[in-house]
Structures are given as C-alpha cells and as structure tokens.
C-alpha cells in the first residue's frame, strides 16, 4: 500500500515537473522565436530625438519655432525628481527593483484579460517596455508585440542605467496638445519650467501617457482630475510627497493653460512673419525640411526687430493708401449664419473659427468683427477680442463714404451713403479704432480691408549682407507668400543702373553724350519702337542725365554700343539673374528677377564693387551647441590683441571678392545721387544723408520699384498685383514705393546713421555741365555744375556723341527742342546738332517697358 502510495505521488511529480519543464520550454521556444530578428536596442544609446528649431533675433529673444513634434530635450541630470518620481508613480512603481519587465504586473493582466473575456486589456508595461515600444515597436496590443517588448526590455536594461533609459522615456513620450517629452508639455500646459512645477502639477503631467487624447483639460476635465489625484495618492504612499502636502495638492483645482489659468508661452512670441517664414524655407532647402523641423536647430537671425516693424508699417501704409485711392470694397471676409448671431457667446465662438488675418497693425491693430445690425444708416458690430460697449459698437454712414461695393456682375455699385450699402447681417469684416491725432481719444470704429495689390520689401546692411528686414506682403497670415523672395517680376528702369556699370567699365563717363532720339527695330513680333515715358526726344544728352532722368532711349542705344552680352554678363555677376538673354528690351528691365536679388545687386554698388552674399542668419548651432554656419567670415586682425590704444577699434579685413571696380562703383553711385536729388526720385525721397537710388516703372505700371542706399543700408521696394495689371494713371516708382523707403529710411537713419559715400583711390574730379557734358573751369559754380570723377591717366573725349549705331526712323523727329538758349555738339558722325541747357522731363516717371 504504501508502495503504491509512493508510486502515485512519484508520478503525479513526475508530472508536474515534466508539465513544468514543457511549459518552460514551450515559452522559451516562444521567446527565442520572437527574439529572431529583433530590432538593435544599442541604437538609443545614441538617442537623437525629434527636437524643436528656434529661432532668436540678435538680441537673443525668442522670435519663431518650428518642429513636427514639438520636443525640448531635457538630459536626466537636469529633470527635476519630483517630475521623475510622479512618473513612476504613475507608470512603474517598481521601475528600479525590475530588470525590464514585471512578472507580477504580467500576470494580473494576463488574467484580468481572461477575466472579462479580452474586454478589458491592462498594459501591465514597465517604463522600459514603453522605451521599448515607443521607440523599436509598433503600438499595437498583441501578444507577439509584447513578447518583442519584453525581450528588447530585457536587453535593454543590460545595455543602459535606469537614468539613461528614463531620460529615453521622459523627453519621447507623448503627452498631447503636440507636446513630446516632459519639458515641452510643462511650457504647453503651465508655462514654466520643470523645476517650477508643483506636485499637482507634475502630476499632472504623469497622467497624460494613459490616454494624451482623452485627458483633455477642458472637455474631459473631470476625468484627468481623477487621474491627476490617483497619481498623487501614489506618490504620497510611494514617500514622494508627505500626507500634508497630498492634502494640500489634491485639494488644488486642475488648472492649465488651456483653461485659461496661465498665459500660452505663445504669446511671448511674435506672430510668425514673413523673415522667419523665409528662414524656414532657406534652411529647409539648405539642410532638408525633415532635418530642420527634427534637428533642434538654434538659429540666430539677422532681423532687427524694431525695423521689421517699420517695414511693414512703411509697406502698409503705401498699399492700404493705394487701396483706399481706388474706392472699392472688398473687405467682406465671410459670413456667418443668422442664428449664431443671437448671443454673444455663440457669435464669438464663430468668430474665433474664422481663418482671417489677425497680424495687421497700422495705426493700430486690426480686430475681426462681425456685424449683428444693419440699421438705416450704421451698422452694430461685435468685435472680436473687445469688450462691447455700452450700447454697441456701431460702423456710422459716414466711415462707408468712400467706398463701391462691386456687384455680381463685376460692375460697380454707387458710391456708398450708408453702412448698408457695403455691408450685410452676419459679414465678417476687419476694423480699427480711429483716435484722435492730438490725445488719442476714440472715436470711432472704422473699415477697414486688405488691399488687393501687394508688394515686398527689403533692407540689409550693404557690407556684410544681415538682412535686417523683409515684408513678403501686407499680412503673412493672409497670404505667405513672399514677395520680397518668390515673386518673380520685371524691375523695369531699375534695371537701368547695370547698363550704365556695363558701360562705365567699357571706357564711357558720366559726362559721354548719348544721342536720345527715335528707334525703330525689326523684331519677329513687328517693328518695335521704344519711346521715353514722357513721349519726347532730347537729343544728345551725357549719361549723368540719362540715368537721373531715366531715358530709356539712352539706355537702348547705350546698351547695343556696349553689346548686350557684356551687359548680360554684368547682371549675371551681380546676381540678379542665373542666366540673362541678351535682348535689347532686356536692357530696359523686361527680364523678370526677384526683389531680393536686386537689392543684393544695389548693395555692391553702396559698399564700392565687393561681392556680398545677402543672409537671413548670422549663425546656426546644432543640438549641441556646436556651430556649424556663420555668415561672416571676415577675419579680425586685433582681436587677440590684449590691448589697443584708446579709441582704436579692431580692424575687420575684407575677404570680398571684387565683382565692379571700385571707381566704376563710385560714379554710378554719384549718377544715382542724381536720381534722388534731381532726377525721378526727387520729390519722394529726402533724407539727411547721402542717398542714391533709382526708380523703376514697367509697361502701363504694372510693377513699380524703387532701390536706393545710403553709406551703410540698402532697401527696396516693389508693388503690384500678384496676376499683373496696371496700376492706374498715376502709378510710379517715385510715387508709391518712394513713400515706403522714405517712411523706413528715416527711422534707419536715425538708428544707424550715414555718412558721405567713400572716395576711392586713383581717380580726379573734372566740373561738367550736367546739361551737355561740357568741361567747366575748376572755379565754376551753379545748379548745372557737377564734380565728375575720373580715372587718373584718362581724359574724357568732350564733344563726341554716341548714337548705338541705329538708323533714325524716316518719320520721326531726331529730337524735340524743349528749352532756348542751346549750345553746339559734335555727334559721332561728324555733324552738329543743339542741345538744350536743360531738357524738361514732364510727368516724373522711372521710364519703363516700352
């Protein structure tokens, strides 16, 4: 019996230890089966995670971000404990007793699962599973996922410390709102810093990786308030925090800034615009867009941000000026439907909705308003971010006066008497507060609209190349495309200047008469006649008036006696174009370029003929802190210098490449003076410095410019419709972008200074009259005097006129006499004709296309 006995408990042994061992086997068959072709976990040693690009202005503020998860990674060394503790408290209570894995943890979701019949899935994933998962694995809830996790973990934990595999943990996972790691979310959710965190509040935050979508901490407060004081309870039984401080904590309401309890760390930053948008779209090209939006980039840009803001203001002004000039309303954004208009609530629930621009200041900031009354003469708006008033804020008849509402038709409707006559019930619509000029006291709302032309505008220091501002348009969250960088358009007489550099460098002087008469030119189009803007002929004119006066006749025959090849050649050098046609009508700015190459162009004109690369930054470090670009490469030779004498700077030395000659430099630089004090600028642009410039109209002034520089800045701007169409009589470059770079040009001025344009080396003054070239005694004075520069070793050949070799058309006019008391030249033919002491130019223009 007792055999027997012995003989049935050896076998029931037998057995479970043969069950046993065939499970063992069985589950370590399962393992080694998963473990076949694992992803390596030795990567995360080298751990680069997704992080945020910032950008900062000189003085070190914060200005834009870019990143597709928004991360700040934060080394484990520098999170706080508390926020480390509340995580595990929440996730993985055992995180630094288990070797990756937690077998208790395993088994009581394996049988909750039974339990319930696979209803109910706990993770039962340590923080090392979730490294794991997050980073090798996909998210999937399968059992062949998690055998994977669990060997990785395993692995992992051989491979790395508890803190490096944290620090994986606390900057990867998700914790929603487009916050990635505990560093970004406590910006996102508080607007602090870690070490500034509360309990509550790191709390807080280790609740969101059970469910970042549902935890909302406005629609689903109540449920992450219960997960935020569940994770409290943990920490105060883990001897986190003290049962006195759970009380305190727990007690404390759930507060974000979703919720409005804190301010968004947004608004410490400037609304996105235009130069740090251009900033992206470089670097992007430069580096990859992935690597840009993931390589935590610090990038210092060259913007000056007081300047930024005059740009836009300066370009503003012009194109709202403009817009108003013509009378037509388009300012209708959108509607919305009658029956949101019934609370306030619901009105400003819908307005916040509307995608509109919220970025114009000009005089002050532009609101989104909708209108909840037309009455019978003014309109009741509610305006967006205002409080109402006491009886309403009200559009009266007389701010419509100036407006057409355009008709279904496209025609135009009478001019406006009453707010009806513009406006609808539900119209959304942008509006400003008018203040009084002498104490700013209100006085009423007004409509306001975005203008339908655009423009860009553009200015950077002429010796190093800092971009200080760029406006790509009248609102970037109207429209990001920039103006100043993509908009490919004809710079007209602006063009001008690289024909006369061309010229000047072939042997020509400010002082060479060029004969201004009528062309004819058989092109496969038809005969082309090119004409001045102002339909005359002047006769044999010197350069210097040429350009002042922007002749395009001049130009064309000045052009074809140089070749336009040489020109082509000369634009390709400065930069404005990649690969120039050379075709006569070229000459005349018929090639279409961008604003910012041709500002770049005028900037080798202002610092005397060395090559400058335009830039948007000064210097780019990665992750590390390593730099890995600066702009300036100029080398300063006493900077190692332990002292120097009082008031000695150090010396910068230029490493420029030449691209003009420098006295080249300087006489078209004089020429372009004239344009500002005498010529097509004369009456828009005025600064207490020395200034040159040129203007620049295209055919039926579908795109005006204007370019100019001072000693140290250059600027420039160009208008017009982004689909091409004249602007209307009246449209110059003197008159509407000689306003922008004069309102801009005073506050640089004043900022930065300016000075006389450097002389260079090697040359002499000679008097002219400007009028006919001819050389003037060494005491002579008056209005048409002039102190030409020339090369020393050359004298000017006086009395020669050079005609480009065009034949006169038979029915036109060699010149038109404009003014008496003329004087005798000798034109290159060997003939005489009079010359005017001064030709009246008419209707100040740039010239153009034509």
Not at 51 to 79: C, H, K, M, V
Not at 292 to 312: I, K, L, N, P, S
Not at 321 to 347: C, N
Not at 838 to 845: D, E, I, P, R, W
Request: glycine share 10%; with cysteine; net charge neutral.
């Amino acid at each position: 019996m007792l055999r027997f006995i012995f003989s049935f408990f050896g076998a029931i042994f037998s057995l479970i230890t043969l069950s046993i061992f065939m499970v063992a086997l069985g589950v370590g068959g399962v393992f080694w089966m998963y473990a076949r072709d694992l992803p390596s976990h030795e990567a995360l040693a080298q751990y680069r995670p997704a992080t945020i690009s910032r950008i900062y202005s000189g003085e070190g503020a914060l200005i834009d971000e870019f990143a597709q998860e928004r991360r700040l990674f934060t080394p484990s060394d520098e999170i706080p404990d508390l926020i480390k503790q509340a995580f595990i408290s929440a996730e993985d209570k055992n995180f630094y007793q288990h070797k990756g894995y937690d077998p208790r943890g395993i088994a009581v979701a394996a049988f909750e699962a039974v339990r319930t019949r696979g209803k109910t899935v706990r993770g039962a994933s340590t923080i090392t599973q979730q490294v794991m998962k997050n980073f090798l694995l996909s998210g999937d809830r399968k059992i062949a996922r998690k055998i994977k996790e669990i060997v990785l973990a395993a692995r992992l934990e051989n491979t790395l410390d508890k803190e490096k595999i944290l620090e994986l943990y606390l900057n990867e996972i998700f914790l929603g709102q487009n916050s990635y790691g505990v560093t970004a979310a406590a910006q996102t959710y508080f607007n602090k810093t870690l070490g500034e965190l509360a309990p509550h509040e790191a709390a807080f935050l280790a609740s969101m990786p059970k469910a970042p979508s549902d935890f909302h901490p406005v629609r689903n407060k109540a449920r992450l308030r219960q997960r935020r004081d569940y994770v409290l309870r943990e920490m105060k039984e883990n001897g986190i925090i003290t049962p006195a401080v759970y009380e305190h904590e727990v007690a404390l309401p759930l507060r974000s800034v979703q919720n409005g309890d804190f301010q968004s760390f947004r608004t410490a930053l400037p609304p996105r615009d235009y130069f740090t948008d251009e900033i992206r779209r470089q670097l992007s090209e430069d580096f990859g867009e992935g690597e840009f939006f993931t390589g935590g980039f610090t990038v210092r840009a060259t913007v000056d941000r007081e300047m930024q803001v005059e740009a836009a203001r300066s370009l503003r002004e012009e194109l709202e000026k403009y817009d108003r000039g013509r009378g037509v309303w388009h300012g209708t954004l959108g509607q919305i439907p009658a029956d949101k208009l019934a609370t306030e609530e619901s009105w400003r629930a819908a307005l916040s909705e509307m995608k509109a621009p919220r970025d114009v200041t000009l005089s002050a900031p532009w609101h989104l308003a909708v209108v909840l009354e037309v009455g019978k003469n003014d309109a009741r708006i509610g305006i967006e971010g205002v409080d109402v008033a006491e009886g309403g804020d009200w559009i009266p008849a007389k701010d419509v006066l100036w407006a057409r509402k355009r008709l279904d038709d496209g025609k135009l409707a009478k001019k406006a008497r009453v707010a009806g006559d513009l406006l609808e019930l539900g119209d959304v619509v942008l509006v400003r507060r008018m203040v009084a000029d002498k104490d700013g006291a209100f006085i009423r709302w007004t409509l306001r609209q975005v203008p339908e032309v655009q423009g860009g505008f553009m200015a950077m220091d002429v010796n190093t190349g800092r971009v200080i501002a760029m406006q790509g348009g009248f609102s970037y969250q109207d429209t990001v495309f920039n103006r100043a960088t993509q908009a490919m358009r004809q710079p007209g007489s602006s063009f001008k200047p690289f024909v006369y550099a061309a010229a000047l460098d072939s042997g020509y002087t400010p002082a060479t008469i060029v004969v201004d008469a009528p062309i004819e030119i058989d092109t496969p189009q038809g005969l082309w006649r090119p004409r001045n803007s102002s339909n005359k002929f002047y006769g044999p004119t010197p350069m210097r008036t040429g350009i002042e006066m922007s002749r395009n006749l001049m130009t064309i025959r000045l052009a074809q006696e140089v070749g336009m090849p040489v020109v082509a050649s000369y634009a390709e050098r400065f930069g404005v174009y990649d690969e120039m046609g050379p075709y006569l009508a070229n000459s005349l700015g018929s090639e279409e370029t961008t604003l910012y190459r041709m500002v770049a162009a005028y900037a080798m004109f202002a610092n005397g003929g060395e090559r400058v690369e335009p830039t948007l930054v000064d210097r780019i470090q990665d992750r590390f802190g390593k730099t890995i670009y600066r702009h300036d490469k100029r080398a300063c030779a006493d900077c190692d210098v332990a002292t120097l004498p009082p008031g000695q700077p150090p010396r910068i030395l230029s490493n420029r490449t030449r691209v003009m000659n420098a006295i080249t430099a300087y006489q078209l630089t004089s020429m372009m003076r004239g344009v500002v004090e005498r010529g097509t600028a004369s009456g828009a642009v005025n600064l207490p410095v020395p200034t040159a410039g040129k203007t620049g109209t295209t055919n039926e002034a579908r795109d005006v410019w204007f370019i100019g520089f001072t000693s140290n800045i250059v600027a420039g701007c160009y208008i017009g419709y982004d689909r091409p169409r004249p602007l209307g009589r009246g449209a110059y470059g003197a008159s509407m972008c000689g306003p922008v770079f004069q309102s801009f040009m005073e506050k640089a001025v004043k900022k930065f200074g300016g000075g006389p344009f450097k002389v260079p080396p090697g040359g002499h003054f000679i008097k002219i009259d400007r009028y006919t070239g001819a050389r003037l005694p060494d005491d002579a004075s008056g209005q048409y005097v002039v102190a030409e520069y020339f090369r020393d070793g050359e004298e000017p050949i006086f009395g020669l006129a050079y005609d480009g070799g065009f034949a006169m058309g038979s029915n036109l006019p060699l010149f038109e006499e404009v003014s008496g008391g003329g004087r005798q030249v000798i034109t290159s033919g060997g003939g005489t004709v009079t010359v005017g002491p001064k030709a009246n130019f008419g209707t100040v223009s740039s010239g153009g296309l034509y």
